[in-house]
């Protein structure tokens, strides 16, 4: 028992991960699980300016969901503005959900008829469209009940929570399955010898990190293609974007993940370090970067890690890519983020492994 302690303790990288894991995955999993969606990015184009519309407009600014300290919506106010514009503003991801009030909103009110007013949201969120939704239907209810229309229109088709999630899953599939596999390679080969072996070859260090990348992208560029078919036959899944940008994402976003499994792998001493040390990096971006619950949904302090992790952009630029059928100008700020950790994480990897293997 003692020898294993000690044994223990002498590895300085392990002991960190080994007892710091599980604080932060119960952190991460208990706040990152889902909760009430707050300060929603609201646009209501009021053509109206009567007397009823302008009550609504301020039952909305004021509401403040249950269990929630927080106002549920932030309300951006316009007019004459049109459904396909309004569309636009949804598209381009400045606003969460647009509701459009008509012109003879209050008139139609005053007379006992039914208005109908359009409620736009991004249903690339099923999530959190769900809720507006929901909400909404309460708010008027509430304000003048059973005489409001509210129209919903499908701006990408029927989606269901599996199309929201199918993207993200696909993202995370291939960051875990990248940073595992590079790092089990080289943790691997170095623990039992493998990779001494071949750099006393006249292979060059260089041309043994280009191989494992190039190995990699071909892998899970096949993992995604056979990820996204099974969803579509299987599920039904929508596919509404170009095939050849989600490879594109994927390829960026393999580059880093390839990165840090060198590198991470590279300072370990063996597998078990490895494997310690990686999950402290990668389990927690499953509840942090809005795999399975919007961003919306979380802390803010939570949110602002979630900024700091990479698999959050690949996430969005998936869902913009494969739900909303965005080409690359919607997606640019993704990619140059994606493209700017992969340089730097491939180029430390690079050193490490140069200076460590």
Not at 163 to 176: E, H, K, R, Y
Request: charged letters at 15%; zero cysteines; hydrophobic letters at 50%.
């Amino acid at each position: 028992m003692i020898k294993e302690f000690k044994q223990l303790f002498r590895k300085k990288v392990l002991v960190v991960p080994l007892f710091v894991f599980p604080i932060v995955m119960i952190v991460f999993f208990g706040y990152g699980m889902g909760g009430s969606v707050n300060n929603v990015n609201l646009l209501i184009v009021n053509n109206d300016m009567g007397v009823s519309s302008n009550a609504l407009v301020q039952e909305l600014g004021t509401f403040i969901p249950k269990n929630s300290d927080n106002k549920m919506f932030e309300i951006t106010y316009t007019k004459d503005m049109s459904q396909s514009e309004a569309e636009d503003k949804i598209n381009s991801a400045e606003y969460k959900a647009v509701l459009i009030i008509p012109v003879d909103y209050s008139d139609r009110l005053a007379k006992n008829e039914k208005p109908e007013v359009t409620l736009l949201t991004d249903q690339s969120d099923t999530t959190s469209t769900g809720i507006i939704v929901e909400t909404m239907n309460k708010i008027l209810a509430k304000s003048q009940p059973g005489t409001i229309l509210l129209t919903v229109p499908d701006l990408y088709g029927s989606l269901k929570y599996i199309d929201f999630l199918t993207p993200a899953v696909i993202a995370l599939t291939v960051f875990f399955g990248t940073v595992m596999s590079t790092g089990y390679a080289v943790a691997g080969e170095r623990e039992d010898g493998t990779i001494v072996r071949i750099l006393m070859t006249p292979v060059s260090r260089g041309a043994v990190i280009f191989g494992k990348t190039i190995h990699q992208l071909i892998l899970q560029l096949a993992r995604a293609v056979i990820l996204i078919l099974a969803a579509i036959l299987i599920f039904g899944v929508t596919m509404n974007g170009s095939w050849l940008l989600v490879a594109l994402i994927l390829v960026i976003f393999t580059f880093g993940a390839v990165g840090m499994g060198i590198a991470i792998s590279a300072k370990s001493e063996d597998m078990t370090s490895f494997q310690q040390i990686s999950m402290l990096f990668t389990l927690p971006s499953m509840f942090a970067t809005g795999v399975f619950f919007p961003l919306d949904s979380i802390p803010d302090w939570m949110r602002w890690i979630a900024y700091l992790i990479p698999l959050t952009y690949a996430n969005d630029a998936m869902r913009i890519v494969m739900i909303k059928g965005q080409g690359i100008n919607a997606i640019a700020g993704d990619l140059i983020i994606l493209l700017i950790y992969s340089i730097i994480i491939f180029s430390v990897a690079i050193r490490i492994f140069r200076r460590e293997v």
